[in-house]
């Protein structure tokens, strides 16, 4: 009898310890992107943020960058668990949510959709679909370009060969230009052999693969907007405590107040740009508006047509 209360007192104790430690969680994470490059560094931020203040609630493990998973397979990853957490886009996983893309052709701030449903919709239809949980958005206010081999006659790309992706093909298609899927890891050589007459990059991120040596002209205006985001597998999401769930959305809130940042590092891009001979070339008013309209009828036509239900509500939700 002398014995069982110290040693009840003891396991009490290891018990706490215990239920201590397994308060905090460990995330494993992937980026779509290459470390130190622009859609890698906010991030970056994210994840250095989560590990220094959320010490004993949240913690996040690096697993690797595209060399270690494919971008097109994280969706799948996230719905499997194979991974937490992962730094990406909805346009790398369009074949499991085609809503996804619309993210690109919102003109609306994160603020604003947090506010008027749009999160919660595009949120839903990520965990429906696919077993995603939308954490929130990095990449705000940087926007495509259309970018020449060549100053374009008459501002037109009418015939030329561009490079694209699916979220901007409908786009291209629409202006007269023949649209060329192909990798970046393939578009330096393309340019250089004149496989293709130019490409759609955003605003930022084309030193990161030395394109500009091979880059004479920039139309002007851009069109959509990028989207990179924080993605979470559902399942790892939903187990975690209410705290835990809390305090990554409050990381995830801060980061996205602080988007007007990416308004500066556009401009600072686009000087750089000029500085290493790309002409910005602008369009005419009329010509500009007409360019941004048929941008956007493409890319929202595209995703009503995959999404007839669902396509309508977002649009009056993400655009103003």
Known sequence: MTFARPFSLALALAALASAASAEEVTLRAISAFQAGTSFAKPFEEFVANVNENGKGVVQIQMIGGPEAMPPMEIGNALRGKVVDLANSTAVFHANLVPEGVALTLTNRSMAELRENGGYELMNKLHEEKAGIHWLGRLAQN??????????PENESVKDL???SVPVYQAFFAALGAQPV???????????????VDGYGWPAIGVFDLGWQEKTKARIDPGFYNVETGIYMSQKAWNALSDEQKAFLQKEMVAMEDAAGSFITL???????????????????????????QTAQDAGWQMIISASPENGPKLRELLTK
């Open 161 to 163: 060969k561009l490079r």
């Open 181 to 195: 899927q192909m990798a970046p890891g393939d578009v330096y050589t393309a340019l250089e052999r004149g496989a």
């Open 142 to 151: 940087i926007p495509y370009h259309i970018y020449l081999a060549k100053a």
């Open 266 to 292: 556009a401009e600072e891009e686009g000087k750089k740009q000029q500085e290493a001979g790309i002409a910005m070339v602008g369009l005419p008013a009329d010509k500009a508006a007409a360019f941004e």
